[in-house]
C-alpha cells in the first residue's frame, strides 16, 4: 500500500493542512496510488459484508458491513492495508490535521456496503474519545442525490434540519471531519436505487 | 367462526379465484377470528427479528416453530393460529387456485416485518408451483408515499395469496414506521 506520489510533496501536504485548520472538514481526492486503490477495491468487493441494522427509537442505521483487525501472520490485503493503514494513514492524517491521531484500542478496520434500503440517520460521531472521523471512498459509479447514498452533513437552523453540504460516494477519496465536538452532524440517506456505495469508514483517536 | 363458512359459496371467493387467474395475487378479508390478529401482534412483535437480504427482498424475519403438543406456558394465541395456517388457509386457497394446496412446513410460520429500509419483490427464493400465503397483523396505515405497501394495502387479518413469479413490488419503505404480517408456503398435494 502506499498513497499517491502527489502526498510525498511537502507543500501539497502544508497546503492541505492549512485548508484543514479553515474548516476541520475536507474532502481529498486521489489519496492512494491507483494500483493500490484498484487492489484494496476488488480486495474487499471479494468479501462478504453481512447486513448490519437497528431500528428507531435506537441511533437507527442498515448497511453491509465487515470489521476486523489485522492479524500479524494475515497476509490478505485486507490485513496488509489494515497495518499500512494504522500506522502510515494515521501519520499522514497527524500530518494534515495537527492532531495526534491513533488508531482504536482494538484496532478493527471496517468496510462498509450500502445498497437499496442501506441508510445512516443523522449523527454527530461524537463518544469523547474520537478526534478525527475518515471515510475513504472505494465506489467507482456515480448517481444523483436523489437516490441516496451520499455523505451530508447537517445543521439546525429555525428549528428546521438542512443540508449543508453533500458529498456523493467517492473513488479513492477521503473525507476527514473534526469530531471532538457534538455539532458535526451528518447522516446518509437511504438508497433509493440499485447502485452499490463501498467506502471504508472510521475514526482516529 | 368466519373461518369455517363454507368457502365454495362465498362470492368474495369468486372475486379473489378472478383475480389469481389474471394477476397470481389474491385477497381475503376477516380470514382470522376476531381479535386474533391484535393478540398475535402484541406478541410476535417482540420476537428479535433479524434483517434477512436477498437479491429480491430486504425485510426483518423470524421464523416460528409451534409444539405440535399444546404447552400452556407458550404464547397461547400461536395455537390458535396453527389451524387457521395448517387447514384454514390451505382450504381457501385450493379453492381460490384451481387446485389442491397443503402446508408446505406445517406448523411453522415466518413473522415478516417491514421497517426502514424494507422492500420486496416477492419471496422468489421458493420452489416452482408454491403459493406464497401472507396474513396482515395491525391497521397501521401511512402515506402510499413512503413504501411499505404493495399497491393494495395489507389489512390486519387479511389473507394474501401470491404467486412467487408474479410478485408484486412492495416498494422500498423510507419511514420509521414498521409493518408485520405472517408468512406460509403452500405446495401442490392431495386435499
Known sequence: MRFADRWLDPAVRAETARAWRDRRNLRLHDVLADDAIATLHDAVAALGHPLRATTAPDFAYQYGALASPPEDSCDHVWCQFARWWWDEGAAFVSAITGRRARPPADRVLMSTLFRRGSYLDPHNDHDGARRVAYVLGLTRTAWPAEHGGHLEFLAVRD???????????????????????????????????DVERRAIPGWFY | MRYDLVVSSSPALDVAAAAWRADGIAHVPDVLPVGLAAELLMGLRRLPLLPIETDHELVWAYDVAVPPVRDPQLFEPLFR?????????????????????????????????YRKGSWSRGPRDRGDRLVACTLGLGDDAWPSAWGGQPIAPVRGDA?????????????????????????????PGAA
Open chain 1, 159 to 193: 428549528g428546521a434540519v438542512v443540508v449543508t453540504e453533500r458529498r456523493a460516494p467517492g473513488w479513492n477519496t477521503l473525507d476527514l471531519f473534526d469530531v471532538v465536538g457534538t455539532n458535526r452532524l451528518h447522516q446518509v440517506p437511504i438508497v433509493t436505487a
Open chain 2, 159 to 187: 389473507l394474501t395469496l401470491i404467486d412467487p413469479v408474479r410478485a408484486p413490488e412492495v416498494p422500498l419503505l423510507v419511514q420509521h414506521v414498521e409493518r408485520y404480517e405472517l408468512r406460509t408456503l403452500l405446495a
Open chain 2, 81 to 113: 393460529l396453527i389451524p387457521v395456517l395448517d387447514e384454514v388457509v390451505p382450504r381457501l386457497a385450493s379453492a381460490i387456485v384451481g387446485h389442491a394446496l397443503v402446508p408446505h412446513a406445517p406448523t411453522t410460520f415466518r413473522v415478516i416485518a
